[in-house]
Structures are given as structure tokens and as C-alpha cells.
């Protein structure tokens, strides 16, 4: 046993300088000046092997890292194979130390191996289970700061509740300068140092002592020997800081280096957090380290590279390791020299691409204010507070708007990794990637918008795969309303790759190997498993966005099936719409759509049959839902008639359609709402002319009706946006509505307020102006046209032209149009005020 411990880690107090034992490299990740020490460390200590804080079965992924197609920011991906949902993170910018430490490695030749808790130990560890110590903490949370290299959302994916912990989740988000919490005893280490220090902020801290002097020190051993006694005095203070699980992560740690020093002897040098350090530097026995590692669950799991983005490294995102400014820290890690300069300069750029006026004079300045403030503020450096605020004074004139610009596009950036195809990936992501490249639909991380016209054959085939993708849950892309057009033929796509997506294809992989198979058999699956026949009806018309000709026959059985059975008049009327809609496909996607057709016209004859006994004796809110219904089934019956080749049949259909309508606007057991809505489809439909309706409305409004039930019919028949403009243009209508609501008794007036607020609140702001205005100015005589007409009786919808009114403004128009003399035309003035309103 004696033997064991004498082949463990050094004794205390060595310290990080090059000595006997191994280098231990305590680093804050994705910290900037620790990349260029650990740089500078390996560069002078020369290791056989260099040790990486990570999962061990990540090792064989290492060479990757060499390949020219392999560009930061990447992540290693970690999922159980028999539950891809089950996943982790491990990601590495540029300026990541670990990163450094992989790439000096593979240069120099160097074994590199990844020494942490292995990712089939993390996964399947779970989020709830006791530690495998006893000691019933819960391992979904890594150590804290300066340690943050732990897996990002194990066992689960951000806004996936429900499927298990987040294993490798700091507790404190790295530099929030949270309080010790002493009840857990969770500790932010840079928090509880820059309190010491005297600073509010630990990212501030970290700049002026660690990101600003880097690389002036004449060992480059020294940051790491402070940063070690900083850790020591915290572990001696706070023991684990509340994280239980760093116990086992470092026993396994210990053993991973006693193993490579038995192979390499004492030149070897460790990169980890810095917060570990002082638990691998203790002397414990391998007995001890095994003891702790007994009995910890275990799954198969399998790694890979995937990209990752700069936005994903921010903590804004939800990553318990991130950091407030990745863009930030990869320009101070990349600009050679005077990185204030050149971030100023970026800076410029930036705001001239978004046509804001930046000269060479407000970089100039912008430095120098930068310059004085960090003098003023007592740093040794201008940091990223000094720089804000000077591109706020000197370049945003002192708004935050283009300040926001900043923020997202250079402070956080929008970088998106790059992995080579080399890098082991499920067959459908291969299938993904293939398709990828023929299609030119390259994934970014910045939000784009792009428009298909599926007239032609590429974007039809990205409309198609997108679709899949979404059927698949893979949501890379979202539709949105097109511009300029409302034909079928053309889709608008707001697409944007987040790192989450590769944990989705491999968990659609389990559906198929290629994106068509996988989309055909989950639409399968969803058709046989969906609660209701809407979403039968919604699946098919998916299934024919993405041309899944294999699945429609299934989808096709599984609602017919349904459409016979259910007797549920409101989920016929809701499943309508969505099978109308996918007729109209067969004309742009080249898909037959014969057999939905039949079960199309089938579904709507039980509407037209069950709708008037289903309308009859409703509350409010029932007779509201199923106003709905009315709406949707009408557009539906506009819809399957352009979709259906056959006019006869066509016309028969909307002519029964018209049947029912008039069914319902004469019923009185039909709520008033429903009543309302009936004569005013009738209306637009011209199948009911403006006399008739007049006429019903003014029965409605008649004093025997009750308040109420008039108001629930001006709500259907006047209600939505376009029924304000029928107002205006209607005077019978308008003074009917007028003369009613000046009648309603006033206990009744407060049981109607609501309804007409909700009915008057849809319009256009300049449609409720115009009403005004006419109510306001009354009514006036009709006037005699002499062709047995009646005229207007609101002023400004008169049958005659004003003629002196009109001539009032045609000195000034002509003037304006250049077509008269401004000598001789100085009067208009006093002609406009004559006609001014």
C-alpha cells in the first residue's frame, strides 16, 4: 500500500513550477489567458503526454482535431446509444485551454488523453440517484468556477424537462458573483477572490489579474503557482464548496495520472480546473480512490464531434460553464497586438455595414476614451466595460440600440464550428449532410430568412427536406408568413442551427438511416399513436409538404378510419381545414391527391348534416368555439372547390354549404353569435342581398330582443378586421347599430359593454376614427338624386360631387404640380383655410 501512495501525485506544496511529479496546469476554461499560459507552460516543460480534464472515451477523437476542416468553436457530443436523448456537452473555443493543450499535443507529436469521470459513468449517473459514496447529493452538477470544462446539459437537452438531470451543470454560473451559500456551501471561487480582492465584479477581477498581465511573467510556471495557493486556501476554507460529485471526478482523476506516470515517469503535465488542482495534488491511496469510484452505473454510450457556436458558449443560453463575452475573449486570444485597435475596428465595421455613419476620427477617439477610462478606473488595461462604454459615447452617440447590435453580432458573435465528415456520426446525420451539400443549405448560427419558390427544383427539394426535418422534430427551420406572395408556391423559412440539432438527429436515427425513411416511418408511428382526428388531418397534410408517398397510405387508413367513427361535429369541423388544404398541393409538389379528395367531400357532408343540431342551446364560450368552427369550414368549402376538378360537383358542394349557413342565420335556437356570422358569410358570399340583411338585423335589434342576444350578433356579423369597413360603407347598417345601442336600457348597458368592446377593439385604428367621426356628425337629408335612389344620409358619402369644395383646392394643387404662377397664386391660402375642416 505504502508502494501505491508513493506512486500517486507529488506531496503538497510543490507547487505548479517545473519540478519532480507532474505539471498540474490549473486553467478557468474558455479563459483566453489561461490558453496562451498553458501555451507557454508546455512550450517550456516539453511533456511525453499531456493530460486533458474530459471524457475518456474521447481519446480516439483526439487526431480529428488536426484535420484543416476542423474549425472552432466544436463540442464533444456523449450519448447513450439506446437513448440518444441521454446526451452531454464538452465544449472548446479557440481560446479554451484544452483546446490549446490538444492542438500543442498533436504538433508536437504528443500523446494527448482525456483523465475525467468517463461519459458512461456521467450519463448514466442520473440526476435524482444518490452518489455512489453515499453521501445523496445530487450529481448533476459539476464544480464551480474555474472548473467549468464539466459536460453542458447531461441527460437532458435545454427546455426538454423531464428526461433525466444535467450531470455536468456548474452550480454557479462562472463569474455571477454569487454569495456562498451556506447552508449547501456552494461557492463561486472567482466570486469569493474578487470580493477578497475588493472588486464587485469577478470578471473584472479575472482581467485585471489573469487576461491583462498574461505572458509579462518571466516563468511562465508563475500563474498557475498562484492560481493553485488562491484554489489551495479555498479547498482548505470550504472543503468541496458543496459539490460531492468533484470527490469522485478527482479520486478518478488521481488514478488516470498514476496510470500515465507508470508509463512516462514524472514528464507529464495535467490541464484541468483550476479548482481540482489542489485535490490531485493530495496524497491518497489507490484503495481510497477506488473506493469511491465503486459501484458507479454504467451505460453504453458513444462520442463524437458536432459544431458548436459562440452564443452557445454564453451564459445567457443556459450553459452553466459559459461566459458573458465569447466573442470577446476569441478577439483578445487571435489579435496579435494592440487588441483594442483592432476591436475598435471591428467595431466600425460593424456599424457601417448597418449604414450608420463611423469615421476613422470616432475609432480614434473611441481608443483613447477606452484608454482614459481604464486610467481613471485604476486598470492596468482597457477591458471590455471601458471599450462598451466608449463605442456607447463615441460611436453610438449614446444609445443602446446599435449598442445591442454589439453585443449580439461581436461581444457573444454568432461563430458556428466547423467538423470534418471523417468524425463519427449516426447515418441518418450523414444522410443529413449529404443532402446538406446538394442542396446548398449550409447550417449557420446567425438567424436568416429564405424564400422558396417551389416552381423550381432546388427549393422544392429544400421545402421538402426541411419538412421532413420537422416531422422528425429536427426544428432547424420555421415557416413564416411569405411577402408579396400568398400563392402555394412559394414558402418563407426562418432557419438557424443550434448545437441541440445533432442530439436530435441521432435520437430520429432510431426511425431510419436516411432522412426520407426515418420521416416516413415516424409519420407512420404519429398517424396510429395521434389523439384526434385534427391531428390525423395535420399529419397528412405534412406528409404530402414533405412528399412521404410511403406513409400517406397509412396516414390515409388511420383516418378514414377515424373520420367514420367520430361523431364529434367540432373535431370534424377542426380536421377539415387541414385535409381541404392539402388538395391544393397536388398542383405545385406534383402529388396525387385523389384519395383525399373522396374523404375530403365525405368529412364536409358531415359537417353540413351535424353542424345545425350541434349549434343549438351553446353557452357563450361554446357558441364562440364554434363560430370558429363556422369560420374555418367556410374557408375549408372555398378551398375544396378550387382544389376539385369537377364543377358540378363543386357547385353542389358550396351550394349546401349556402344551404346551411342560411339554416343557421334563421334558427332561433342558434346562438346570437353564430346567427350573426351566417348572414354576414351570406353577405360577402352575395348569395344574401344588403336589403335582406338589413332586414335580419334590424329583427335582431328590435326592442323584443334582449340586449344581450343583440349584442352576440353584431359581435358575429360585424366582428373580426374587415367588419368595420362593411360599417362604414353600409349607412343602413352603421344607423341601425346606432340606433340600437342608444336604446339599450342602461342596467342592461354594462352586460353588453364587454361584448362590444371585444367586437369594436379588432378594428384598425383608422376604422374606429372613421365610425367616430360619423356617429358624431349624425345623420343628414337625403338627398333627392332623381333616379328613384335615396341618398347618403352621413355627410361625405353623398350621391352629388361638392363642386365648390372641390374647386377650393385646385390653386393650390396647381401651384405644387408647377402648373401656375406663385405671384398670382398667393391666394390659395385664404381658399384653403375657407375648406379647411
Known amino acids: 500500500m505504502s508502494a501505491e501512495r508513493d506512486a500517486g501525485p507529488p506531496a503538497p506544496g510543490g507547487g505548479a513550477s517545473r519540478g519532480p511529479g507532474p505539471l498540474l496546469l490549473g486553467v478557468r476554461h474558455h479563459g483566453p489567458g489561461s490558453a496562451r499560459a498553458v501555451r507557454a507552460a508546455l512550450e517550456a516543460a516539453a511533456p511525453r503526454v499531456v493530460l486533458i480534464e474530459g471524457p475518456p472515451e474521447a481519446d480516439e477523437l483526439v487526431p480529428l482535431a488536426a484535420d484543416k476542416e476542423m474549425r472552432p468553436p466544436v463540442a464533444l457530443l456523449a450519448h447513450v446509444v439506446d437513448e440518444p436523448g441521454r446526451s452531454a456537452f464538452w465544449p472548446l473555443a479557440e481560446f479554451s485551454p484544452e483546446w490549446v493543450a490538444i492542438q500543442w499535443a498533436l504538433e508536437h507529436g ?54 433525466g438531470g444535467e450531470p455536468g451543470e ?62 489551495g486556501a479555498l479547498r482548505e476554507a470550504y472543503g468541496v464548496g458543496g459539490h460531492d460529485r468533484d470527490l469522485v471526478r478527482e479520486a478518478y482523476m488521481r488514478l488516470q495520472i498514476r496510470s500515465a506516470r507508470r508509463e512516462f515517469g514524472d514528464d507529464l503535465a495535467v490541464v484541468c480546473g483550476a479548482w481540482h488542482v489542489p485535490a490531485l495534488r493530495q496524497s491518497a491511496t489507490v484503495g481510497a480512490d477506488r473506493a469511491l469510484l465503486k459501484g458507479l452505473p454504467k451505460a453504453r454510450v458513444q462520442l463524437t464531434w458536432v459544431p458548436w457556436t459562440h452564443r452557445r458558449l454564453s ?10 463575452s465569447p466573442g470577446w475573449y476569441g478577439h483578445l486570444f487571435s489579435a496579435p497586438d494592440r487588441p483594442v485597435e483592432r476591436w475598435m475596428t471591428k467595431v466600425a465595421r460593424l456599424l457601417r455595414d448597418e449604414d450608420r455613419g463611423v469615421s476613422s476620427a470616432h475609432v480614434i477617439e473611441a481608443v483613447r476614451l477606452a484608454g482614459t477610462l481604464a486610467a481613471m478606473r485604476g486598470r492596468p488595461l482597457p477591458g471590455l466595460t471601458e471599450t462598451t462604454d466608449a463605442v456607447r459615447a463615441v460611436m453610438c452617440e449614446g444609445s443602446d440600440v446599435p449598442l445591442e447590435l454589439v453585443r449580439d453580432r461581436l461581444v457573444v458573435g454568432e461563430v458556428l464550428g466547423e467538423v470534418p465528415e471523417s468524425a463519427p456520426a449516426v447515418p441518418l446525420q450523414r444522410d443529413l449532410g449529404r443532402s446538406q451539400r446538394r442542396l446548398r443549405l449550409k447550417p449557420e448560427a446567425l438567424e436568416r430568412e429564405l424564400e422558396l419558390d417551389l416552381r423550381k427544383e432546388t427549393d422544392a427539394g429544400r421545402s421538402t427536406l426541411l419538412h421532413r426535418l420537422r416531422l422528425l422534430g429536427v426544428g432547424w427551420g420555421e415557416l413564416s408568413e411569405s411577402r408579396g406572395s400568398t400563392g402555394t408556391f412559394r414558402e418563407t423559412w426562418r432557419l438557424r442551427w443550434e448545437p441541440e440539432l445533432s442530439v436530435r438527429v441521432a435520437e430520429a436515427g432510431v426511425w431510419g438511416t436516411t432522412v426520407v425513411s426515418a420521416a416516413t416511418a415516424k409519420a407512420e408511428a404519429d398517424a396510429v399513436g395521434a389523439p384526434s382526428l385534427a391531428d390525423v388531418t395535420a399529419l397528412a397534410e405534412r406528409c404530402l409538404l414533405a412528399e412521404l408517398a410511403d406513409a400517406l397510405p397509412v396516414v390515409m387508413r388511420v383516418l378514414a378510419d377515424r373520420a367514420a367513427l367520430d361523431t364529434d361535429v367540432g373535431q370534424l369541423a377542426r380536421a377539415l381545414p387541414a385535409l381541404v388544404r392539402s388538395l391544393r398541393y397536388g398542383d405545385v409538389r406534383g402529388t396525387d391527391t385523389h384519395a383525399l379528395a373522396g374523404v375530403a367531400a365525405g368529412l364536409a357532408e358531415r359537417v353540413f348534416v351535424g353542424l345545425p343540431p350541434a349549434c343549438a342551446a351553446l353557452d357563450g364560450d361554446a357558441a364562440q368555439e364554434m363560430r370558429g368552427h363556422v369560420d374555418a369550414v367556410h374557408g375549408a368549402v372555398g378551398l375544396l372547390g378550387e382544389a376539385t376538378a369537377e364543377a358540378a360537383e363543386t357547385g353542389g358542394v358550396r351550394g349546401r354549404w349556402y344551404a346551411v349557413l342560411r339554416v343557421l342565420a334563421t334558427r332561433d335556437t342558434v346562438p346570437g353569435v353564430i346567427r350573426g356570422r351566417a348572414v354576414r358569410l351570406l353577405l360577402d358570399e352575395g348569395e344574401l342581398a344588403q336589403e335582406e340583411a338589413a332586414r335580419l338585423m334590424g329583427l335582431v335589434l328590435s326592442p323584443g330582443t334582449p340586449p344581450a ?48 368592446r371585444r367586437t369594436f377593439s379588432a378594428y384598425e385604428t383608422g376604422v374606429r376614427r372613421t365610425l367616430g367621426e360619423l356617429v358624431r356628425r349624425g345623420p343628414a337629408p337625403r338627398a333627392n338624386t332623381g333616379t328613384g335612389g335615396s341618398g347618403s344620409g352621413i355627410p361625405g358619402f353623398a350621391p352629388v360631387l361638392d363642386t365648390e369644395r372641390a374647386d377650393a383646392v385646385l390653386p393650390l394643387l396647381s401651384l ?11 391666394h390659395t391660402g385664404n381658399d384653403l383655410a375657407r375648406v379647411a375642416p
Open 110 to 163: 504528443v500523446a494527448a488523453r482525456f483523465i475525467d469521470l468517463p461519459a458512461a459513468h456521467t450519463l448514466a449517473w442520473g440526476s435524482d440517484g444518490p452518489a455512489p459514496d453515499g453521501t445523496g447529493t445530487n450529481p448533476d452538477r459539476d464544480g464551480p468556477d474555474c472548473d467549468r470544462d464539466g459536460p453542458e446539459g447531461a441527460g437532458s437537452l435545454p427546455g426538454d424537462p423531464g428526461r
Open 816 to 826: 405644387l404640380l408647377g402648373l401656375g404662377d406663385p405671384e398670382t397664386d398667393l
Open 709 to 756: 342576444d343583440g349584442a352576440a350578433w353584431i359581435e358575429g356579423f360585424v366582428g373580426g378586421g374587415s367588419g368595420g369597413m362593411l360599417l362604414v360603407h353600409d349607412e343602413r347598417l352603421l344607423a341601425l347599430v346606432d340606433t340600437w345601442l342608444t336604446g339599450v336600457p342602461a342596467e342592461a348597458f354594462t352586460d353588453v359593454l364587454p361584448l362590444l
Open 315 to 324: 451564459r445567457a443560453s443556459g450553459y452553466g460553464a459559459g461566459i458573458d
Open 170 to 231: 456548474p452550480a454557479a454560473a462562472e463569474g455571477s458573483g454569487s454569495p456562498v451559500d451556506v447552508g449547501a456551501v456552494r461557492i463561486d471561487p472567482l466570486a469569493v477572490l474578487a470580493g477578497a480582492a475588493g472588486y464587485d465584479d469577478p470578471e473584472r477581477w479575472w482581467e485585471d489579474v489573469v487576461e491583462h498581465r498574461a505572458g509579462t511573467a518571466d516563468d511562465p510556471f508563475a500563474p498557475f503557482t498562484v492560481l493553485e495557493e488562491a484554489m
